[in-house]
Nanobody, 123 residues
């Protein structure tokens, strides 16, 4: 069974940086994709960044140039967040899917999810 556990959430000031980590276990396929999503209070969950097993990445427009997704094989996925803004405040969750190829930021494409970690950015 695939399990994901996020760490690294914190409270920071606007312009600051944070690095989120997600420990992934149970992926057995050579093909997989892992992603970060976020959900702010009273808002829908939205995709932030995705990475394939080949290291190919895609980002939501609102984080391009500020956030970087990376992975350590199928064991960890990271999200480096720079120049944080108050509107980045949300609960960030990692997600994974194995056995398929291609990048997606559709929530429904990911069957495995972590519990999330809170990021709060103050102005």
């Amino acid at each position: 069974q695939v399990q994901l556990v996020e760490t690294g959430g914190d409270s920071v000031q606007s312009g600051g940086s944070l690095k989120l980590s997600c420990k992934v276990s149970g992926i057995t396929s050579s093909w997989y994709r892992m992603a970060w999503f976020r959900q702010a209070p009273e808002k829908k969950r939205e995709g932030v960044a995705v990475i394939s097993h080949l290291g190919i990445t895609d980002y939501a427009d609102f984080v391009k140039g500020r956030f970087t997704i990376s992975h350590d094989n199928a064991d960890y996925v990271f999200l480096q967040m720079n120049n944080l803004k108050p509107e980045d405040t949300a609960k960030y969750s990692c997600a994974a899917e194995e056995g398929l190829y291609g990048l997606t930021l559709r929530e429904s494409d990911f069957p495995y999810w972590g519990q999330g970690t809170q990021v709060t950015v103050s102005s």
